[in-house]
């Protein structure tokens, strides 16, 4: 079992940058995968970039490649997901998730089973 719990929302204008935070409490994490995934109103859960945490390779949805950055922090057991070049259609609730490394898609919801509580994440002048 793995505790999410995620920091660093906030209201910013277009093109401002945004660091969220997820802290990880667990007996081990050498297995996970870690992800952020993000929702805005009336539209389906959507991944945005996953790490692992055994070797560090990530992966990017196509929207934000290039703008945000996903690391991990293995002394503080954290997940940052550093967001630069902010646009409107970023605006939504920001989550963390883990789930046990597979050979399943990590860019869908279902091989992730802890989830953190959220973070507001509001782009707008």
């Known amino acids: 079992q793995v505790q999410l719990v995620e920091s660093g929302g906030g209201l910013v204008a277009p093109g401002a940058s945004l660091r969220l935070s997820c802290a990880l409490s667990a007996r081990t994490l050498r297995f996970q995968v870690i992800g952020w995934f993000r929702q805005a109103p009336e539209k389906e859960r959507e991944f945005v970039a996953r790490i692992s945490w055994d070797n560090g390779s990530t992966d990017y949805a196509d929207s934000v490649k290039g703008r945000f950055t996903i690391s991990k922090d293995d002394d503080k057991n954290t997940v940052s997901l550093q967001m630069d070049n902010l646009k409107s259609e970023d605006t939504a609730v920001y989550y963390c998730?883990?789930?046990?490394?597979?050979?399943?898609?990590?860019?869908?919801?279902?091989?992730?089973?802890?989830w953190g509580q959220g973070t507001q994440v509001t782009v707008s002048a």
């Open positions: 998730a883990s789930g046990l490394k597979s050979l399943r898609s990590f860019r869908t919801t279902q091989p992730y089973s802890n």
